[in-house]
């Protein structure tokens, strides 16, 4: 099982981009999928998640500006972040929880960070 992220890159204060990170690889279902995020000497943070039950959450900081989705079809997770800040810098990564069989125990994943780094 793989998450492959993508969609980061620089853009200037105020600005939007789109993240999605894809599920591949054999499993049977996805659970949980969402953003975390780690700015230089910080810790790594939970932004956004999606529980596949309707349920989501957000960081307090990206309240209002960021929003998760997902297509489960393509078992894909997008994070829209508008209104960037420069405090958003950071190298995100998303997060799964997969169940690999209909009854083995769910495993957590990460894929590997892209960066966003807002800046004018």
């Known amino acids: 099982v793989q998450l492959q992220a993508s969609g980061g890159g620089l853009v200037q204060p105020g600005g939007s981009l789109t993240l999605s990170c894809a599920a591949s690889?054999?499993?049977?279902?996805?659970?949980?999928m969402g953003w975390y995020r780690q700015a230089p000497g910080k810790q790594r943070e939970l932004v956004a998640q999606?529980?596949?039950?309707?349920?989501?959450k957000y960081a307090d900081s990206v309240k209002g500006r960021f929003t998760i989705f997902r297509d489960n079809a393509k078992n894909t997770v997008y994070l829209q972040m508008n209104s960037l800040k420069p405090e958003d810098t950071a190298v995100y990564y998303c997060?799964?929880?997969?169940?690999?069989?209909?009854?083995?125990?769910?495993?957590?994943?990460w894929g590997q960070g892209t960066q966003v780094t807002v800046s004018s």
């Open positions: 690889g054999s499993f049977f279902s996805i659970n949980a």
């Open positions: 999606d529980t596949n039950g309707g349920t989501t």
């Open positions: 997060n799964a929880d997969i169940f690999r069989t209909s009854v083995s125990g769910k495993n957590n994943y």
